[in-house]
């Protein structure tokens, strides 16, 4: 059995957690264009919502990535992207790397308080030149002593704007490409850290996204996860994790979507019938439900994978890629059946279909996906192969 | 101080009711919840444990399925669970239901013992009355406040036009509305902790309850017929300037809205 009794009665308490606690607020948020990370969190923390495959050492449960699955599955069915993707990118993109290969200093430092919820953590590594691209990026790490000094722009950056800390990815040597990066930790209340802005964008309205701006800003060295110049690779892995999480919300909340959608055109009359009547219409809902739950199995798997301790970058890409390019269909239909009123903002699938377009862009574009699974799969002659990314 | 919380499993709110031949909800195991009003007495019960120390017990008369939401009971922070469950209990009415709780209790032993103001699925209303009644100790009903001090428990009732103070000694029954509290989620600590828990079973022979004055054999209530509530929207239309607005008026007495 996938998931036990104690599995299903956390989703049962996450559920109740987003009906109770997100949903009430989600207009208030969206309109704010931010979520408000430190209140939210740290009800969530004290539920022991934050840290759920984390250390018990630092405040985490110990527990296995299932309890994940079942997390985003059920912040999935907040009513917007941009909250979830707030609270995961706290939970499992900025922080996987440290909690795995940070010091016990820096866990104490940094983990700890944010699986207790009282800090809200961001990752910092597209800059304007470098996206998807991330071998390019050009913030640099200079070392002075015991200290980093730390230079460079970070944009695009999820709770940026209100981060304690961001882990930021660095160059800390001359070495080109992905060789002689780190990833290191800089507390936001450093000297010479600042907000330049926050970004006004598509979809995901109740996420603050920021540009970082790092001036001479010094920290320990101390601060590095892991090795020094290892930090391409860790976040690569980090990648998987976050790549994976991504999925899971997809296809959580395009079912969701597709349910909404179709108690709508079962109510909804036109011509002189329901509107699910029209074959055309309940074909392609079967249809979608049919590819949901096909990127359902695929996350499973590549869990049940991961769980083992198995590389999935291939099937996680393969996941993500799917998750952003299905939200984009699911969206678009859903939203062609409610006619007029889907294109009204007080429908929810509008701001669903807004908030949809991201996953194909964030966290790696669906051609560094492609990439990836290309060179996986070994299709390309060696000295061609794209970067990994 | 010993309390103990009397809770239901109920079908979901938003699950789809049936009825067996006989006229009784067929109960699912899939849409079993802990009675959404009970979670308040759970709630009442976990906070008077802080204050006063003790243990909470959560107390639940239903079939040996019912065991998974005495679970989720453990999970929110109840200290065990008792299942008070026979195939002869089955087709119980409040009654019967008020005799197997009140001998648990007994068995039990108490100083509080919470209820919450009715159950989701027949809104009776009745059982915490009942059990009083069997026990020969007093109830405090529908709390929106409850304070214990000094042997005694005191409650605020809400009323129309402000509130009524009752009090009791205890042991003593108490039913709790919905204001009283705000319900806990169970934690990830409190769903890791429940599987380590124990859940009590109890049969009639164990309660040493007469089988014959429970279940269908003892009901004294039995339910007949039920039928849905009609939904189907019905418009009326008043046009033209000719007497409209009378016959709107005429229609608003008549519903008793002016």
Redesign the interface.
């Known amino acids: 059995m996938r998931f036990s009794?104690?599995h299903e009665?956390?989703r049962?308490?996450i559920r109740?957690?987003v009906e109770r606690e997100l949903n009430p607020h989600v207009d208030e948020w969206e309109e704010a264009g931010a979520w408000p990370g430190h209140a939210v969190l740290k009800q969530m923390g004290?539920?022991?919502?934050l840290g759920?495959t984390y250390p018990e050492e630092y405040g985490g449960?110990g527990?296995d990535f299932w309890y994940t699955v079942i997390f985003c599955e059920e912040l999935a069915k907040t009513n917007c992207a941009g909250a979830p993707m707030g609270i995961t990118v706290h939970t499992d993109m900025c922080t996987p790397a440290l909690a795995q290969h940070g010091s016990h200093e820096l866990k104490r430092q940094f983990l700890e308080p944010s699986l207790r919820g009282e800090y809200v953590g961001c990752i910092a590594v597209t800059e304007p030149d470098a996206g998807s691209d991330v071998a390019s990026i050009r913030t640099r790490a200079r070392p002075d002593g015991d200290d980093w000094v730390i230079t460079g722009r970070k944009l695009f950056i999820t709770n940026g704007a209100q981060a304690d800390w961001a882990c930021v990815l660095a160059r800390t040597s001359d070495e080109p490409g992905a060789h002689g990066m780190s990833l290191i930790i800089v507390p936001t209340t450093s000297p010479g850290f600042s907000v330049s802005r926050t970004l006004r964008k598509l979809g995901n309205h109740s996420s603050d996204t920021a540009e970082l701006i790092f001036d001479n800003v010094r920290v320990p060295k101390a601060n590095t996860i892991g090795e020094e110049g290892m930090g391409f690779i860790l976040q690569m892995r980090q990648f998987q994790r976050e790549r994976l999480v991504g999925a899971i919300l997809s296809y959580s909340s395009m079912e969701k979507v597709v349910r909404e959608t179709i108690a709508y055109t079962q109510q909804r009359r036109a011509f002189g019938a329901a509107l699910i009547e029209q074959q055309a219409i309940h074909f392609r809902l079967a249809e979608l439900l049919t590819e949901i739950e096909a990127l359902r199995a695929l996350c499973y798997d590549a869990t049940e994978r991961f769980v083992a301790g198995e590389d999935i970058t291939r099937l996680a890409s393969m996941a993500k890629l799917k998750g952003g390019r299905l939200s984009r269909e699911v969206t678009d239909s859903c939203l062609q059946y409610y006619g007029g009123m889907g294109y009204m903002e007080e429908t929810p699938i509008a701001r669903a279909y807004r908030d949809a377009r991201l996953l194909s862009i964030g966290g790696g574009a669906d051609e560094v996906m492609l990439g990836i699974i290309a060179r996986q799969e070994g299709m390309l002659p060696q000295k061609t192969r794209p970067r990994q990314g | 101080m010993n309390i103990v919380v009397c809770m239901k499993e109920t079908p979901s709110i938003t699950a789809v009711k049936r009825f067996t031949a006989d006229m009784r909800l067929e109960r699912r195991k899939e849409d079993a919840e802990i009675n959404p009003f009970d979670e308040y007495a759970l709630e009442e019960g976990l906070r008077q444990r802080e204050k006063h120390g003790g243990e909470v017990i959560a107390l639940c008369m239903g079939p040996v399925t019912a065991t998974e939401n005495i679970r989720k009971a453990l999970a929110i922070g109840a200290d065990r669970g008792v299942l008070v469950t026979d195939p002869a209990l089955e087709g119980s009415d409040a009654i019967g239901t008020a005799r197997a709780l009140a001998a648990a209790l007994q068995k039990l032993g108490f100083d509080l013992a919470l209820f919450g103001s009715a159950a989701a699925d027949s809104y009776g209303g009745v059982v915490p009355a009942a059990v009083a009644e069997v026990l020969g100790q007093p109830l405090l009903s529908f709390a929106s406040k409850l304070e214990i001090a000094d042997g005694r428990a005191k409650i605020e009732r809400a009323a129309e036009t402000g509130y009524q103070v009752a009090e009791a000694a205890i042991p003593a029954l108490v039913s709790v509305i919905q204001t009283i509290n705000v319900p806990r989620y169970p934690s990830m600590k409190g769903i890791m902790q429940s599987k380590k828990k124990p859940i009590d079973t109890f049969s009639l022979a164990d309660l040493g309850v007469d089988a014959t004055l429970v279940g269908v054999a003892g009901a004294r209530e039995k339910a007949t017929g039920s039928s849905p509530v009609d939904t189907q929207r019905k418009g009326e239309l008043f046009s033209g300037n000719d007497g409209a607005a009378d016959r709107i008026v005429a229609f608003l007495v008549e519903q008793k809205v002016l």
Do not use: H, N, R, V
């Open positions: 009794p104690e009665m956390f049962q308490s109740k957690f004290a539920l022991g919502f759920l449960q527990l």
